[in-house]
């Protein structure tokens, strides 16, 4: 008989339509973007929040696995059901309700955070959290993730802006935490308990979320530097001009060569594959034309050379590395370790040393892009998946990073989360008594350990599990 037949026929007989038993449907939901497939025994579509009541009592009584996902879009394999079980697809809770006069969101966890953004956009609002991902990313996932985006270094990140959750405790039973108020000081804060725990602690199923007036203004600048070392200083120097750009992105130069290749031209002709910052101002007419006196100064005194967008076209090309940068890198490798660390600022010059040093004792390419504005960088260890050398190598740089940038004072993780494919290094970062607490809140919370079991605390190294010959549609992100 197969794992949980008994309780899926029950929970079958229960929502009908809802669960899909088929074998096309269940491998749909197998796997996310880490491409590691885990096949679930039911995949639950619910056509109202109270579905995922009966699915979590049910669940919680017979002591079924729980996975909730989205669109996958996580790389961590936070979303794969690894210990099988029952899969709960949220995209069919997707309204959206802007308030206007509050500047508020009321949105279904299944809502894209694309489709939020141009809600707010269409009544004068801004919901600044951009993850790459956003066409596709569902808001309960970023929740999940406490996901971040370009834009973390000014606004800040999901955690930020959420007012007000609500959603289903393990057992079943629905809980609100918070309301839709600005202000609330009436018990413990276990909104902010739930972000972040990667549907280990509860399944969100709406969430109110906060937003800000859209900016009035912006101004985007290209900067070229001779290295990786100084393009990072100069960035250093510019916040120390307490300079706050919208968006502050740093690129590499293998990054950068990657971009030039796939979008067919050079981002300063004659400077190929240097090493960019590429940042945008946002906010009053007055406040970015004053701002553009600083920044430009600085191009002036720091960077190899500057190039001002002066149309809406030319901002798109120039965002245009930015966003082929990481689907282009795999001309460098058919398998990719894309580790979002977080490195302090002050350790910025002493942390891309680390990186060449990486580069040659790996003998890897590992091309590095991020958000310079909050330290949070994208490492990316390319590789070959059939050479096992290079795999090996793969495997040691990954673990040399984690310890530096922990020694550092960093985070082995700045919006992806730890799922199954940072669990190796959660004990980097956290102290036993600090696991110790974080799996007491787990049990607390989760006693029967239904909530998305095996990930974070669990130890697994996904990159030597076989992976899906699959191209997703986020993929070039």
């Avoid at 993850?131 to 955690?159: D, F, L």
């Avoid at 530096?404 to 959660?426: Q, Y």
């Avoid at 956290?430 to 998305?452: C, E, S, T, W």
Wanted: hydrophobic share 45%; glycine share 10%.
């Amino acid at each position: 008989m197969k794992p949980h037949a008994a309780a899926t026929a029950l929970l079958k007989r229960r929502l009908g339509a809802r669960v899909d038993l088929s074998e096309d449907g269940r491998w749909a939901a197998s796997f996310d973007s880490s491409k590691i497939s885990f096949l679930p025994a039911a995949v639950v579509t619910p056509r109202q929040e109270a579905d995922i009541g009966v699915v979590l009592a049910l669940a919680n009584r017979r002591r079924v696995p729980v996975t909730v996902r989205g669109r996958g879009t996580t790389l961590m394999g936070s979303a794969a059901p690894v210990n099988g079980g029952w899969v709960i697809d949220m995209r069919g809770l997707n309204r959206i309700r802007i308030d206007g006069d509050a500047g508020l969101a009321h949105v279904g966890a299944g809502a894209t955070t694309a489709a939020v953004q141009r809600a707010a956009d269409g009544q004068g609002w801004f919901y600044p959290p951009d993850p790459s991902s956003k066409e596709y990313c569902t808001i309960g996932g970023n929740i999940a993730c406490n996901a971040g985006g370009m834009h973390g270094g000014k606004y800040g990140v999901t955690r930020d802006f959420v007012v007000a959750l609500r959603g289903f405790l393990p057992t079943g039973e629905f809980v609100e935490w918070g309301t839709a108020t600005k202000k609330f000081a009436a018990g413990f804060n276990l909104r902010d308990l739930w972000i972040g725990s990667e549907g280990m602690l509860g399944v969100v199923t709406g969430a109110v979320l906060k937003l800000i007036p859209r900016p009035a203004a912006r101004w985007t600048l290209l900067t070229s530097f001779a290295d990786e070392v100084s393009a990072l200083a100069a960035a250093r120097a510019l916040f120390r001009q307490r300079v706050q750009p919208a968006i502050c992105e740093f690129l590499d130069r293998e990054s950068v060569l990657c971009a030039e290749r796939a979008t067919g031209r050079t981002v300063f002709p004659g400077q190929a594959g240097r090493p960019v910052i590429l940042l945008e101002l946002a906010g009053s007419v007055a406040e970015v034309d004053d701002l553009k006196v600083d920044v430009l100064a600085w191009a002036q005194r720091t960077a190899r050379a500057h190039q001002e967008a002066r149309s809406r076209a030319e901002v798109e090309q120039l965002w245009a590395v930015r966003r082929k940068c990481s689907g282009a890198m795999f001309e460098l490798g058919d398998a990719k370790l894309n580790e979002d660390i977080v490195v302090p600022m002050r350790q910025y010059e002493k942390f891309a040393r680390f990186l060449l040093r990486l580069k040659r004792a790996s003998g890897l390419p590992i091309p590095t892009f991020g958000h310079v504005a909050d330290g949070n960088l994208h490492v990316n260890i390319m590789y070959h998946r059939d050479n096992r050398a290079e795999a090996r190598a793969a495997e040691r740089a990954v673990q040399r990073l984690m310890e530096t940038v922990v020694a550092l004072g960093g985070a082995i993780s700045g919006e992806h989360g730890i799922g199954l494919a940072k669990t190796p290094f959660l004990r980097l970062q956290h102290r036993p008594a600090q696991v110790r607490a974080m799996q007491a809140v787990k049990h607390a919370l989760d006693p029967r350990g239904i909530l998305n079991p095996g990930k974070m605390f669990d130890v697994v190294r996904i990159w030597q599990h076989p992976r899906l010959d699959l191209k997703l549609p986020w993929d070039h992100k």
